[in-house]
């Protein structure tokens, strides 16, 4: 089981940039390396669904694949730091719309439609004037 701690929420400006991390240890005394998992990052603005916001593949020999929202791409970028064990998720040009709870998801698989089974407690990301 992975645990996950967030951080870099704020309050920012319509045209701000805020930069996202999320942590990774191992529930019980061990070893672990983000990079053998697939991350990714949700969302949920009050009053709506939690959505997918971007992903990360498990490396491989053939690399890794990303994948993102069509809200957020040429916005955001996700990348992972396999020596801090940590993901980050870079948004630029931040929309009132980008209002939400984010939140970072690590598993087998996380893709738009499938989520991992560990979850972060969610860090609150403010778009206003």
């Known amino acids: 089981q992975v645990q996950l701690r967030e951080s870099g929420g704020g309050l920012v400006q319509p045209g701000g940039s805020l930069r996202l991390s999320c942590t990774a240890s191992?529930?019980?005394?061990?070893?672990?390396?983000?990079?053998?998992?697939?991350t990714g990052w949700f969302r949920q603005a009050p009053g709506k669904e939690r959505e997918f916001v971007a992903a990360?593949?498990?490396?491989?020999?053939?690399?890794?694949?990303?994948s993102y929202a069509d809200s957020v791409k040429g916005r955001f970028a996700i990348s992972r730091d396999s020596a801090k064990n940590t993901m980050y998720l870079e948004m630029n040009d931040l929309k009132p719309e980008d209002t939400a709870v984010y939140y970072c998801?690590?598993?087998?698989?996380?893709?738009?439609?499938?989520?991992?089974?560990?979850w972060g407690q969610g860090t609150q990301v403010t778009v206003s004037s």
């Open positions: 990360i593949s498990r490396s491989s020999w053939s690399g890794t694949w990303t």
């Open positions: 191992a529930r019980a005394n061990g070893d672990l390396d983000i990079t053998d998992y697939a």
């Open positions: 998801n690590v598993g087998q698989v996380v893709k738009p439609n499938i989520q991992g089974d560990s």
